[in-house]
């Protein structure tokens, strides 16, 4: 069996991740969607709400599964038997960060290979941080999260600026 991991923050998962995902699930008999933790990001959701929304946009592709994890990528991978970690690219400038970390995985777990999918032309200009950052302004978010997960987003938004405050002194 083909079993391949994509791991990522999804904070929050967005149309792009989607689209990677369908593309990854064409190629093997199982992806592992792992909710992971990138230590130099302070998150938005939490790990079970991040695998909420994810399980909730995925719902529909039987050989996708979704989970939190909170350890290495590399012991993930070896734990579950998957050979190859799935990774999106939109840009140079993810490339190079991305190859270090699939040099890293490699060095930490040999039975791995990491496979670049590019990012679809349309969603090339998403990410997670811009939806936060878009979220904030009030920007509907329509076109760049899946639909299902627009209000989420919005009302954990509002949530966390009534906590802090409208702005940051
Ligand atoms: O969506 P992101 O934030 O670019 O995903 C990065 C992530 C979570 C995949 C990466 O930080 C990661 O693999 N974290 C797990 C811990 C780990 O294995 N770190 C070593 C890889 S350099």
Redesign the pocket.
Known sequence: MRIAVY?????PVTLGHVSVIRRAAGLFDRVLVCA??????HYMFSPEERVELLRRVLKDIPNVEVEA?S??????CREKGAAVIIKGLRSVADFSSEQ??AW??RS?NPGTETLFLPAEEQYLHIS?TAVRELANYGVNLTGWVPDEIVNDVMEKTERGRERHGEWDH
């Open positions: 791991p990522g923050s999804f904070d992971m933790r990138n230590s130099e990001k994890c350890g290495l990528l590399s012991d993930y270090q970390m890293i995985n930490l997670s």
